[in-house]
């Protein structure tokens, strides 16, 4: 007899023994353990190359196509593909899974030497390269790519620095480990002018937070009122914070009671993140705005009232629109003694045409396009003057034509050597390297062209240049600030001192802060201190800290 006679003779156990094999089966194929996909990251190389004042069409055929053609006689590349804007040119190399990235590295080195006599004489920089991160999202992130914003608020930023440890940047971001990134800016153009020039590197923004307050800080050392903000459209917008066993403010948000216990699991949530701080927070009894709001005059982020409302003011009925400012600036004091200043906005005549249009019409210019590296998006915020009663359009107009101004006449005064005593500059929203709108790349090649075009003015034998930034963007830094007033100072940012004058190929560790601009114009032009400077220097010895510095200590002034 053989085997199989036996399940023949058996119809029914033969089925049952097929069912307990099918069971068992299907139990054990459950149970095995599954691994995921490797997640795979092909080896990335960028190459980025700076040419002030190049158009696209230049860059492409002057600078992107020499390199290109010595990339391709690199082996293993998959993919290589380019993207020219003015002034700048970018090109991603995407390497096979079998290709050493640091083998690529040096082949990726020798083609650019071996480009480099086939390129525009006018670099500023030879071009840089670096490894990228390349996800299987196929997304690269680069200093061309624009990344989501970060929280960078009045008090969520002392929660972040907490008393000086840094460590809570994750927990009370919005973007979770995003804010604990950074880019290698090495090769870029700004880094290029550091290590020709001065490098300071313990300048600290003035003031906690964003760039609202950071750039009224820059002409007043203040923080701008908000009168009666308790019986205004701007109530909801009062911050609720903690208070300690005194009573009194302390710099927390009130957390909610449904704020995630971690930032693993979500971002944090408060009573109320507001624009305005509590009556009395700076121990003046009045309100005052931290964070975000709009100017009261054109452009600004709020239109005009209604159909028919004046196309020079913005409507004041918007919780956001700030009563017009009355406090000293440093144009006050500098107009005081006759001395010559300006501030220059990159799209500043756009934006104004752009706020001047009825409510219900799109913006064009005025925080718009919204899509990332938008051009021009021009941001209302960063204009600090045009919050203050003296420029008043129908009661000053003469004021706002000599001193606010764009970037275009910073240009033409420039090369016609026309520059005021002291000018501010601002760029336009797409070329001012902050997050969520506008890339690292595009701010690196403007400013670069921007330096080389004061450079070649008749003024600049007798000019100073300090490039910096408002603030920190809602991303770490390890060293902690000083301990100053309630204002600040906040985290540590970047800051060039790039002058005829400057202290050639040096870093300069002399603790600064963005009033130290407003310190060397007062010791230059002989003005009154501001009393924020004066309160500064008072609570940073009140903590025993370095009083903050005049910039003078990056320059040689015995030439």
Request: glycine share 8%; with cysteine; charged share 15%.
């Amino acid at each position: 007899m053989n085997i199989s006679e036996i399940f023949i003779r058996r119809p029914i156990a033969t089925s049952l023994l097929m069912a307990a094999i099918a069971l068992v089966g299907t139990i054990a194929y459950r149970a095995l353990p599954i691994s995921d996909l490797p997640a795979v990251e092909y080896p990335s190389i960028q190459i980025n190359t700076n040419l002030p004042g190049g158009d696209p069409v230049t860059m492409a055929a002057s600078v992107a196509s020499p390199l290109e053609r010595q990339f391709t006689t690199i082996a293993g590349i998959d993919e290589m593909t380019s993207q020219s804007r003015t002034g700048n040119s970018n090109i991603n190399l995407t390497f096979d899974l079998n290709r050493n990235i640091e083998s690529a590295v040096t082949d990726v080195q020798t083609a650019i030497s071996a480009a480099m006599p086939l390129l525009p004489p006018t670099l500023t920089a030879p071009p840089s390269f670096n490894k990228v991160d390349v996800v299987q999202s196929g997304i690269t992130l680069s200093s061309s790519a624009v990344t989501r914003d970060l929280s960078h608020r009045f008090f969520e930023h002392q929660m972040q620095i907490d008393n000086g440890s840094n460590d809570g940047y994750a927990a009370w971001s919005d973007a979770g480990g995003l804010s604990m990134g950074y880019y290698d800016t090495s090769r870029s153009a700004l880094y290029a002018l550091a290590r020709r020039y001065v490098l300071a590197d313990h300048f600290f923004q003035g003031a906690f937070g964003g760039s609202f307050l950071n750039h009224q800080y820059l002409i007043c050392a203040c923080a701008p009122e908000y009168p009666d903000a308790d019986k205004s459209p701007a109530k909801p917008s009062v911050a609720m914070l903690e208070t300690g066993a005194d009573g009194r403010f302390l710099p927390r948000l009130t957390v909610a009671k449904d704020s995630p216990a971690s930032a693993l699991d979500g971002p944090p949530k408060f009573v109320k993140s507001g624009n305005i701080a509590p009556a009395n927070y700076f121990g003046d009894g009045k309100f005052h705005a931290v964070n975000t709001m709009q100017p009261a005059y054109q452009p600004s982020g709020n239109a005009p009232a209604g159909v028919d409302g004046d196309g020079r003011y913005a409507d004041p009925g918007k919780a956001t629109t700030l009563p017009p400012q009355s406090a000293t600036t440093i144009g006050d004091l500098l107009s005081g003694k006759s001395l010559t200043w300006a501030w220059y906005a990159g799209a500043w005549k756009a934006a104004l045409a752009d706020g001047a249009q009825p409510a219900a019409t799109a913006r064009r210019v005025i925080y718009a396009p919204t899509i990332p590296a938008g051009n021009p998006d021009f941001q209302p915020h960063h204009q600090p003057f045009n919050y203050y009663v003296r420029f008043d359009p129908q009661a000053h107009p003469d004021q706002r034509t000599e001193h606010l101004k764009d970037y275009d006449d910073l240009v033409a005064d420039s090369a016609a050597g026309r520059l005021p005593q002291v000018a501010f500059y601002k760029p336009q929203g797409n070329l001012n390297q902050h997050p969520g709108y506008a890339s690292i790349a595009d701010g690196d090649a403007h400013i670069a062209d921007l330096v080389a075009k004061l450079q070649a003015g008749p003024q600049w034998a007798h000019m100073v240049i300090v490039i910096t930034y408002d603030e920190y963007g809602g991303a770490w830094d390890h060293v902690a600030p000083p301990k100053g007033d309630l204002l600040g100072p906040g985290a540590r940012i970047p800051a060039i001192v790039v002058s005829p004058f400057a202290k050639m190929g040096s870093v300069d560790h002399t603790p600064y802060d963005t009033a130290s601009i407003l310190r060397l114009i007062t010791r230059r032009f002989d003005l009154e201190a501001l009393p924020g400077l004066t309160l500064r220097d008072q609570s940073l010895a009140e903590h025993a800290e370095q009083p903050m510095g005049d910039l003078t200590n990056a320059l040689d002034l015995t030439l």
